[in-house]
Protein backbone atom coordinates (compact mmCIF):
# COMPACT_ATOMS: atom_id res chain seq x y z
CA UNK A 1 0.00 0.00 0.00
CA UNK A 2 1.27 3.39 -1.25
CA UNK A 3 1.77 6.33 1.65
CA UNK A 4 -0.63 8.95 1.40
CA UNK A 5 0.61 12.19 0.82
CA UNK A 6 0.15 15.77 -0.18
CA UNK A 7 2.90 17.43 -1.77
CA UNK A 8 2.57 21.31 -3.79
CA UNK A 9 4.73 23.99 -5.59
CA UNK A 10 3.25 27.24 -3.90
CA UNK A 11 4.05 30.76 -5.08
CA UNK A 12 4.46 32.85 -1.85
CA UNK A 13 5.48 36.06 -2.91
CA UNK A 14 8.48 37.74 -1.68
CA UNK A 15 10.32 34.84 -1.57
CA UNK A 16 12.52 32.78 -3.72
CA UNK A 17 10.73 29.41 -3.16
CA UNK A 18 7.60 27.59 -1.29
CA UNK A 19 5.75 24.57 -0.86
CA UNK A 20 3.46 22.48 1.07
CA UNK A 21 3.74 18.90 2.08
CA UNK A 22 1.89 16.94 4.66
CA UNK A 23 1.38 13.22 5.39
CA UNK A 24 -2.44 12.89 4.44
CA UNK A 25 -4.85 14.39 2.89
CA UNK A 26 -4.05 17.56 4.11
CA UNK A 27 -1.09 19.65 4.15
CA UNK A 28 0.68 19.85 7.65
CA UNK A 29 3.17 22.54 6.88
CA UNK A 30 3.69 25.54 4.52
CA UNK A 31 7.71 26.18 4.19
CA UNK A 32 9.75 28.97 2.05
CA UNK A 33 13.13 29.87 1.63
CA UNK A 34 14.67 33.20 1.18
CA UNK A 35 18.19 33.05 -0.63
CA UNK A 36 20.70 33.73 -1.19
CA UNK A 37 20.46 37.07 0.78
CA UNK A 38 22.17 39.84 2.58
CA UNK A 39 23.22 38.40 6.27
CA UNK A 40 24.30 40.23 9.15
CA UNK A 41 27.46 41.12 10.40
CA UNK A 42 27.38 39.10 13.29
CA UNK A 43 25.94 36.09 11.82
CA UNK A 44 28.44 36.56 8.23
CA UNK A 45 30.76 33.37 7.85
CA UNK A 46 33.54 33.63 5.61
CA UNK A 47 33.70 30.71 4.25
CA UNK A 48 30.49 29.72 3.55
CA UNK A 49 26.68 30.58 3.80
CA UNK A 50 24.74 31.13 6.82
CA UNK A 51 21.49 28.65 7.21
CA UNK A 52 18.08 30.20 9.57
CA UNK A 53 15.14 28.34 10.22
CA UNK A 54 12.22 29.55 11.90
CA UNK A 55 9.22 27.21 13.10
CA UNK A 56 6.24 29.05 13.85
CA UNK A 57 3.15 26.87 15.01
CA UNK A 58 -0.47 27.65 13.98
CA UNK A 59 -1.07 29.86 17.07
CA UNK A 60 0.50 31.95 19.50
CA UNK A 61 4.19 32.48 19.67
CA UNK A 62 7.13 29.93 18.70
CA UNK A 63 8.21 27.95 22.48
CA UNK A 64 10.00 25.13 23.15
CA UNK A 65 8.72 22.80 20.58
CA UNK A 66 8.92 24.93 17.66
CA UNK A 67 12.78 25.73 19.32
CA UNK A 68 13.58 22.43 19.06
CA UNK A 69 12.37 21.96 15.76
CA UNK A 70 14.39 24.55 14.11
CA UNK A 71 17.63 23.08 15.66
CA UNK A 72 16.85 19.51 14.25
CA UNK A 73 16.09 21.24 10.42
CA UNK A 74 19.18 23.56 10.46
CA UNK A 75 21.39 20.58 11.65
CA UNK A 76 19.88 18.54 8.17
CA UNK A 77 19.72 21.23 6.05
CA UNK A 78 23.33 21.97 6.37
CA UNK A 79 23.53 18.14 5.07
CA UNK A 80 21.46 19.33 1.73
CA UNK A 81 22.74 22.65 0.93
CA UNK A 82 26.03 23.41 -0.53
CA UNK A 83 26.72 26.00 2.00
CA UNK A 84 30.78 26.51 0.42
CA UNK A 85 29.09 28.13 -2.87
CA UNK A 86 28.23 31.13 -1.08
CA UNK A 87 29.43 32.43 1.42
CA UNK A 88 28.85 35.56 3.47
CA UNK A 89 25.51 35.14 2.75
CA UNK A 90 22.01 34.09 4.51
CA UNK A 91 19.45 31.33 3.89
CA UNK A 92 16.51 31.56 5.32
CA UNK A 93 13.98 29.36 5.80
CA UNK A 94 10.60 29.91 7.44
CA UNK A 95 8.28 26.72 8.34
CA UNK A 96 4.32 27.61 8.92
CA UNK A 97 2.40 24.83 10.99
CA UNK A 98 -0.89 24.15 9.37
CA UNK A 99 -2.38 22.24 11.97
CA UNK A 100 -2.48 22.69 15.69
CA UNK A 101 0.70 20.79 17.41
CA UNK A 102 0.74 21.22 20.49
CA UNK A 103 3.66 17.77 20.46
CA UNK A 104 6.58 17.40 18.31
CA UNK A 105 5.74 14.13 16.65
CA UNK A 106 8.51 12.05 14.50
CA UNK A 107 5.58 12.50 11.85
CA UNK A 108 6.03 16.15 12.03
CA UNK A 109 9.46 16.32 12.18
CA UNK A 110 9.58 14.14 8.92
CA UNK A 111 6.73 16.27 6.96
CA UNK A 112 8.44 19.56 8.23
CA UNK A 113 12.40 18.22 6.56
CA UNK A 114 10.11 17.22 3.14
CA UNK A 115 8.75 20.71 3.33
CA UNK A 116 11.83 22.70 3.78
CA UNK A 117 13.31 20.13 0.12
CA UNK A 118 10.33 20.94 -1.50
CA UNK A 119 10.72 24.96 -1.38
CA UNK A 120 14.28 24.15 -1.97
CA UNK A 121 13.61 22.01 -5.17
CA UNK A 122 10.78 24.69 -5.62
CA UNK A 123 13.78 28.06 -5.45
CA UNK A 124 16.49 26.56 -8.05
CA UNK A 125 18.35 29.63 -6.51
CA UNK A 126 20.86 27.34 -3.69
CA UNK A 127 22.96 24.41 -5.11
CA UNK A 128 22.03 21.15 -3.19
CA UNK A 129 24.15 17.94 -2.52
CA UNK A 130 20.98 16.39 -3.03
CA UNK A 131 17.34 15.44 -1.88
CA UNK A 132 16.25 14.66 1.66
CA UNK A 133 13.32 12.55 2.06
CA UNK A 134 11.89 11.70 5.52
CA UNK A 135 9.33 9.44 6.99
CA UNK A 136 8.39 8.13 10.62
CA UNK A 137 8.15 4.79 11.61
CA UNK A 138 7.75 2.43 14.71
CA UNK A 139 8.41 -1.29 15.59
CA UNK A 140 4.77 -2.95 16.64
CA UNK A 141 4.39 -5.79 18.76
CA UNK A 142 2.62 -8.22 16.66
CA UNK A 143 -0.33 -10.32 17.64
CA UNK A 144 0.45 -13.58 16.80
CA UNK A 145 4.09 -12.85 19.08
CA UNK A 146 5.97 -13.90 15.99
CA UNK A 147 8.55 -11.23 14.07
CA UNK A 148 8.22 -7.55 14.74
CA UNK A 149 6.88 -5.25 12.33
CA UNK A 150 7.39 -1.89 11.16
CA UNK A 151 5.21 0.52 9.84
CA UNK A 152 5.22 4.25 8.36
CA UNK A 153 2.47 6.48 9.42
CA UNK A 154 1.51 4.42 12.62
CA UNK A 155 -2.14 5.32 13.63
CA UNK A 156 -3.53 6.19 16.26
CA UNK A 157 -5.18 2.86 17.29
CA UNK A 158 -1.88 0.84 16.84
CA UNK A 159 -0.11 3.50 19.38
CA UNK A 160 -0.56 1.10 22.36
CA UNK A 161 1.56 -1.50 20.89
CA UNK A 162 4.27 0.65 19.62
CA UNK A 163 7.54 -0.49 21.58
CA UNK A 164 9.84 1.99 19.39
CA UNK A 165 9.54 4.70 17.27
CA UNK A 166 11.68 7.25 15.30
CA UNK A 167 12.23 9.47 12.24
CA UNK A 168 15.09 8.79 9.86
CA UNK A 169 16.10 11.18 6.96
CA UNK A 170 17.59 10.10 3.83
CA UNK A 171 19.75 11.85 1.19
CA UNK A 172 18.97 10.50 -2.29
CA UNK A 173 21.46 11.79 -5.55
CA UNK A 174 21.72 10.29 -8.85
CA UNK A 175 24.59 8.19 -9.39
CA UNK A 176 24.62 8.31 -13.53
CA UNK A 177 28.18 6.35 -14.00
CA UNK A 178 26.27 3.29 -12.12
CA UNK A 179 23.03 4.01 -13.27
CA UNK A 180 21.43 3.44 -10.03
CA UNK A 181 19.92 6.24 -6.77
CA UNK A 182 22.14 6.42 -3.69
CA UNK A 183 20.89 6.97 -0.73
CA UNK A 184 22.24 7.44 2.54
CA UNK A 185 20.91 7.76 5.99
CA UNK A 186 21.79 11.20 7.04
CA UNK A 187 19.70 11.46 10.43
CA UNK A 188 17.94 9.54 12.37
CA UNK A 189 16.54 9.66 16.36
CA UNK A 190 15.28 6.21 16.79
CA UNK A 191 14.43 5.55 20.44
CA UNK A 192 12.19 2.78 22.57
CA UNK A 193 8.81 3.85 24.05
CA UNK A 194 9.47 4.36 27.49
CA UNK A 195 7.43 1.74 30.20
CA UNK A 196 6.37 -0.18 27.22
CA UNK A 197 8.48 -2.24 25.73
CA UNK A 198 9.29 -5.49 27.64
CA UNK A 199 12.39 -6.93 25.02
CA UNK A 200 15.16 -5.43 24.79
CA UNK A 201 15.33 -2.89 21.36
CA UNK A 202 19.33 -3.89 19.87
CA UNK A 203 21.15 -2.68 17.22
CA UNK A 204 19.54 -5.04 14.71
CA UNK A 205 15.76 -3.12 15.29
CA UNK A 206 17.75 -0.20 14.51
CA UNK A 207 18.54 -1.57 11.06
CA UNK A 208 15.73 -3.07 9.92
CA UNK A 209 13.90 0.03 11.08
CA UNK A 210 16.05 1.83 9.04
CA UNK A 211 15.74 -0.22 5.57
CA UNK A 212 11.89 -0.05 6.00
CA UNK A 213 12.13 3.65 6.29
CA UNK A 214 14.50 4.01 3.40
CA UNK A 215 11.73 2.10 1.19
CA UNK A 216 8.80 4.51 2.50
CA UNK A 217 11.72 7.33 2.15
CA UNK A 218 11.75 6.35 -1.44
CA UNK A 219 8.44 6.37 -2.38
CA UNK A 220 8.65 10.43 -0.94
CA UNK A 221 11.62 10.89 -2.93
CA UNK A 222 9.95 9.31 -6.03
CA UNK A 223 6.78 11.54 -5.59
CA UNK A 224 8.78 14.88 -5.49
CA UNK A 225 10.86 14.39 -8.82
CA UNK A 226 7.73 13.48 -10.58
CA UNK A 227 5.83 16.96 -9.02
CA UNK A 228 9.11 18.45 -10.59
CA UNK A 229 8.30 16.86 -14.09
CA UNK A 230 5.25 17.69 -14.05
CA UNK A 231 5.99 21.56 -13.22
CA UNK A 232 8.62 21.46 -16.01
CA UNK A 233 6.74 19.97 -18.66
CA UNK A 234 2.93 20.79 -18.06
CA UNK A 235 0.50 18.79 -18.97
CA UNK A 236 2.16 15.69 -19.34
CA UNK A 237 2.63 13.24 -16.57
CA UNK A 238 5.66 11.99 -14.93
CA UNK A 239 7.40 9.70 -17.48
CA UNK A 240 7.07 6.11 -16.88
CA UNK A 241 10.69 5.06 -16.97
CA UNK A 242 11.07 6.93 -13.45
CA UNK A 243 8.68 4.90 -11.99
CA UNK A 244 9.02 1.60 -13.83
CA UNK A 245 12.94 1.98 -12.55
CA UNK A 246 12.22 2.95 -9.15
CA UNK A 247 9.67 -0.41 -9.16
CA UNK A 248 12.35 -2.49 -10.54
CA UNK A 249 14.97 -1.36 -7.73
CA UNK A 250 12.15 -1.79 -4.91
CA UNK A 251 11.56 -5.30 -6.13
CA UNK A 252 15.16 -6.18 -5.86
CA UNK A 253 15.15 -4.89 -2.79
CA UNK A 254 12.43 -7.20 -1.49
CA UNK A 255 13.75 -10.17 -2.83
CA UNK A 256 17.24 -9.43 -0.54
CA UNK A 257 15.13 -8.77 2.37
CA UNK A 258 12.75 -10.97 2.84
CA UNK A 259 12.48 -11.67 6.48
CA UNK A 260 12.01 -7.53 6.62
CA UNK A 261 8.87 -6.71 6.65
CA UNK A 262 6.79 -3.24 6.55
CA UNK A 263 3.03 -2.62 6.71
CA UNK A 264 2.36 0.74 5.89
Sequence with gaps: MSLNLTLSFDSLSRVDGSARFGFGPHPQYLSSI?????????????SQATIEVH???LTNVP???????????????QMEVI?????????????????????????????????????????GSVPMRGVICAVSIARVSSLDGKKPVYRTQPMEEHNSRVLATGCFAFLFSDSFSSNTYAA?????????????????????????????????????????????????????KASKTLVSRSTDESQK???TDDDDKMEI
Excluded at 34 to 46: F, H, K, T, W, Y
Excluded at 63 to 77: M, P, Q
Excluded at 201 to 211: C, S, W
Design 34 to 46: SGPIEVRLNAEQS
Design 55 to 57: VRP
Design 63 to 77: GTESKKAAVILKDIL
Design 83 to 123: VEANPRTLIQFVVQALIPTPKLTDELVAAMINCCTLSLLNS
Design 184 to 236: TCVWTNWHTVYNRSIEAIDEDDLVRARDAAQKAAREVWIRMKMLVEERERPGV
Design 253 to 255: ADA
